[in-house]
């Protein structure tokens, strides 16, 4: 009676853990911030990504807004400015 107990306690305990790491947080909004330039690689764009935690970040066009970066160096890029904001909130 009591294993049993401890069985469902356990594993309700170990399905909300899994389904909490599924709510990473997701970009909510993105506005130009400020322009750039830098010594190697040009002039870039700056853009605040307002994530669903509450939390600002900020990522980065290149190349005439062909290359989006996860803050502001050419580190950790996409072609697609959601998935570069999706990186940045992760």
């Known amino acids: 009676m009591i294993r049993n107990k ?3 306690v356990a594993l ?6 899994s389904s909490v ?3 990473a947080a997701t970009p909510k909004d993105i506005k130009y911030a400020s322009k750039g330039n830098a010594l190697i690689g040009g002039k ?4 605040n990504v ?10 980065s066009s290149w190349d005439k807004r062909k290359k989006w970066c996860v803050g502001t ?3 950790n890029c996409s072609n697609d400015q959601l998935k570069t904001a999706k ?3 992760k």
């Not at 307002?50 to 990522?59: E, H, L, P």
């Open 6 to 8: 401890i069985f469902y």
């Open 21 to 23: 790491s599924g709510f």
């Open 44 to 47: 870039y764009y700056i853009y």
């Open 12 to 17: 309700t305990c170990l399905i909300y853990l």
């Open 87 to 89: 990186k940045a909130c």
């Open 73 to 75: 160096s050419k580190r």
């Open 50 to 59: 307002r994530c669903s935690d509450g939390k600002t970040r900020k990522i």
